[in-house]
């Protein structure tokens, strides 16, 4: 690497010599201006009449009249003539060449003070080499950035695989990308129209992207799921949220009360859903973003409570959650629990995912194909089809 910044230093160096030598040469140039071309012919005029006077072919009025207009035409193209160039100062050009000079002297001194001049290259293509090998041998390693890298190469090879752009799209939340994610899960839910799940997930990156606000684009996906899965309580619950924003209190609390009242009593969102509805009705609408932000920091630390917007974090917890819990109620699902455990592994953890291997298994005991996409999904290598 040290052989790239010492050419390119060379080559600055050259280019301000080539400049400076260049700049020079004009200011030798401007000392002795050449005459514009137009003065130059006019002159060449006038000293042919003299001639042709001294000759005798030439005199009296006919040669004081065309003298006359060989003097206006050449006053005309004087007065219009370009200014010539004023060149700056020796002075001003050696400060300038003394400038770039330094500051690439500097640029260079500060690599070498605080640059890695003995680590190697480290291409694009050999990073992602690593990273899979590193998917393959200890995949929770592999930072969110790294994991998105790879399933877009995956994305690239299987364009119509919904399941890998829905990982993708976890990946990019947990990178902080939520316009990535949002792109992602428009993908998947394009793929598989019929997955309320997908849906859920473009709205929330999109109000991730949008501050926590629910924009038409987020809104019109709740509503597709919900046409979907008219029982889905993320979607009623972002809908009835919508309705509070748009100024419709009464109905959006409606909404509200009726998620919560169709929720079992140990189900953590309904807790989440009710205290909701009480900070509301205090403050006449929904509360603002600071009290917000801090109720989602205390709805993070209880386990199996859904942030309500904003928090990448959050996001991708509730869509797991609502994942295994629909899985608890309904098991038969091969592709739902493959999502399950992948999810777990790009969430880091382990213990839950132990747990829904070891169900998925007790589930699929006689299905050895889902149980091979599930082995390989718990390792982090691509489920076979």
């Known amino acids: 690497m040290i052989w790239f910044w010492l050419i390119a230093a060379s080559v600055a160096a050259l280019t301000g010599l080539l400049v400076t030598s260049r700049a020079a040469a004009a200011a030798r140039s401007a000392q002795t201006p050449e005459e514009a071309p137009a003065v130059a012919v ?16 030439i005199a009296g009025e006919e040669l004081a009249a065309a003298r006359t207009e060989a003097a206006r035409r050449l006053l005309a193209a004087a007065e219009t ?9 020796p002075r001003v050009r050696r400060v300038l060449a003394i400038t770039c000079a330094g500051i690439g002297l500097a640029a260079l001194g500060l690599y ?32 969110p950035q790294e994991l998105a890298a790879l399933l877009k190469g995956q994305a690239a090879k299987t364009p119509d695989d919904p399941r890998v752009w829905f990982m993708l ?14 792109r992602a899960f428009s993908r ?13 997930a473009y709205g929330e990156a999109v109000m991730s992207y949008s501050e926590g606000k629910i924009t038409p684009d987020a809104l019109a996906a709740f509503r597709r799921a919900l046409a979907i899965d008219p029982a889905n309580g993320a979607a009623r619950y972002y809908i009835g949220r919508a309705r509070i924003a748009d100024g419709d209190v009464a109905g959006g609390l409606q909404d509200w009360r009726a998620l919560a009242a169709s929720l079992p009593p140990e189900d953590g969102h309904r807790a989440a859903v009710l205290a909701q509805i009480d900070e509301v009705q205090k403050a006449g609408g929904l509360p603002p ?5 801090q109720a989602q920091a205390q709805a993070q630390a209880q386990p199996g409570v859904d942030a309500s917007s904003g928090g ?29 455990i992948h999810s777990y592994g790009v969430l880091k953890d382990a213990k839950a995912q132990a747990a829904a291997l070891a169900r998925a298994r007790s589930q699929f005991a006689r299905r050895p194909d889902v149980l091979a996409r599930l082995e390989a999904e718990a390792r982090g290598l691509p489920a076979p089809r």
């Open 289 to 293: 973003p600071a009290a917000e932000a």
């Open 188 to 200: 998947a839910a394009h793929l598989a129209p019929r997955t309320p799940d997908f849906e859920i």
């Open 169 to 182: 799209g976890q990946a990019h939340l947990l990178s902080g990308e939520a316009g990535e994610a949002s």
């Open 312 to 340: 990448q974090q959050a996001f991708i917890h509730a869509m797991v959650d609502r994942l295994a819990a629909r899985l608890q109620s309904s098991p038969d699902d091969p592709d739902g629990w493959v999502r399950l």
């Open 42 to 57: 006019h002159r060449r005029q006038l000293a042919e009449l003299d001639e042709l006077a001294n000759r005798g072919l």
């Open 112 to 143: 070498l003070l605080l640059g890695r001049a003995d680590l190697p290259d480290q291409p694009y293509q050999a990073r992602l080499a690593q990273w899979n090998t590193l998917k393959d041998q200890a995949p929770n390693r592999l930072a």
């Open 81 to 89: 003539a370009p200014t010539p160039e004023r060149p700056g100062s």
